[in-house]
């Protein structure tokens, strides 16, 4: 085993500059990572939202859901599946008014 000494002053500023290096890295790894996100194909997003694949489609086509494709293979985010879910279950909460229907 071999023995190196330093002066305190050296070690010191090396502490220093390692102590800096170490935020700077913290620092790049926080703005450059990003957060892992869900994806979900149709068949896990129809039972979910209870549509046929053909509503998936239409949905699709016109916009209100936005997708990936890789290959042949369709993928949706979590949070646009939930976005769905929560605008149904807010219309869903409004009164609905009953209108009576008598036949003549």
């Not at 305190?8 to 390692?18: G, I, Q, S």
């Not at 700077?24 to 990572?33: F, P, Q, V």
């Not at 129809?46 to 549509?51: D, E, T």
């Given at each position: 085993m071999?023995?190196?000494?330093?002066?305190k002053?050296?070690?010191?500023?090396?502490?220093e500059?390692?102590?800096e290096?170490?935020?700077?890295?913290?620092?790049l790894?926080?703005?450059?990572?990003?957060?892992?996100?869900?994806?979900?194909?149709s068949?896990?997003?129809?039972?979910?939202?209870?549509?046929s694949?053909?509503?998936?489609?239409?949905?699709?086509?016109?916009?209100?859901?936005?997708?990936?494709?890789?290959?042949?293979?369709?993928?949706?985010?979590?949070a646009?599946?939930?976005k769905?879910?929560?605008?149904?279950?807010i219309?869903?909460?409004?009164?609905?008014?009953?209108?009576s229907?008598?036949?003549?």
């Amino acid at each position: 085993m071999e023995v190196v000494t330093i002066e305190k002053r050296t070690f010191l500023y090396v502490c220093e500059r390692f102590t800096e290096f170490a935020k700077r890295i913290e620092s790049l790894y926080s703005t450059h990572t990003q957060k892992v996100e869900n994806w979900l194909d149709s068949q896990e997003v129809c039972p979910l939202l209870g549509f046929s694949k053909r509503t998936l489609q239409y949905y699709r086509s016109s916009g209100r859901l936005a997708y990936s494709q890789i290959g042949s293979k369709i993928y949706y985010k979590s949070a646009d599946i939930e976005k769905i879910i929560s605008n149904c279950e807010i219309k869903n909460q409004s009164p609905k008014q009953i209108t009576s229907y008598e036949k003549n």
